[in-house]
């Protein structure tokens, strides 16, 4: 099911009256990639989310809400989990990354949780950094994660919380899948 992320960004930008360009000025972000995301050309990935969503004052759950009523508890079954993003890298590959939003209901959350699963290896090892912090369980497979200058082998059953602001990845250690219960704040 679609988000229509997009149409939330550009509704947000619109109504505080800002161009493409006063966004990328203010987020660090090409004025094409901000229309490219408008325009649900490309699935930004959660780092992206998370700026985006700091910069709007806005929880980043409003993303992935649905108009439905607020409610104090949501159940998710597997077959309702929502693909949020296949994340690309700057160059226009793929990073094998797929996140599945875990909840999408509840509004206002303090955190995001996904299953987040690595298909493979990447070749590059673009590190990221956003606002918030975040929780790593690995569920399936060996990961290697890189926190600044520090690369961590976490194997099934193992967990990292760290702080986003730090540069950080998550990369498949040998190049099988990886499946990672990840949670984000903002």
Request: a neutral charge; aromatic letters at 8%.
């Amino acid at each position: 099911m679609d988000f229509n992320i997009g149409s939330k960004i550009k509704k947000l930008r619109k109504a505080r009256k800002l161009t493409l360009q006063e966004v990328a000025r203010e987020t660090g972000f090409s004025p094409a990639l901000i229309s490219q995301i408008e325009n649900n050309n490309v699935s930004p990935p959660i780092a992206t989310l998370s700026k985006l969503a700091r910069f709007f004052d806005v929880k980043m759950g409003l993303f992935f809400e649905d108009s439905e009523e607020e409610s104090k508890f949501e159940v998710v079954r597997r077959h309702e989990r929502r693909v949020v993003s296949r994340v690309i890298s700057k160059a226009g590959t793929g990073h094998g990354y797929t996140y599945e939003a875990l909840s999408f209901r509840k509004r206002n959350k303090k955190m995001e949780p996904f299953l987040l699963t690595v298909s493979e290896r990447a070749a590059e090892e673009t590190l990221y950094t956003h606002e918030g912090e975040e929780f790593l369980l690995i569920i399936r497979g060996r990961a290697e994660v890189i926190l600044e200058d520090q690369r961590l082998i976490l194997d099934e059953g193992d967990a990292v919380y760290f702080d986003s602001s730090l540069k950080h990845r998550l990369l498949s250690y040998d190049g099988q899948e990886v499946q990672v219960l990840a949670v984000v704040t903002r």
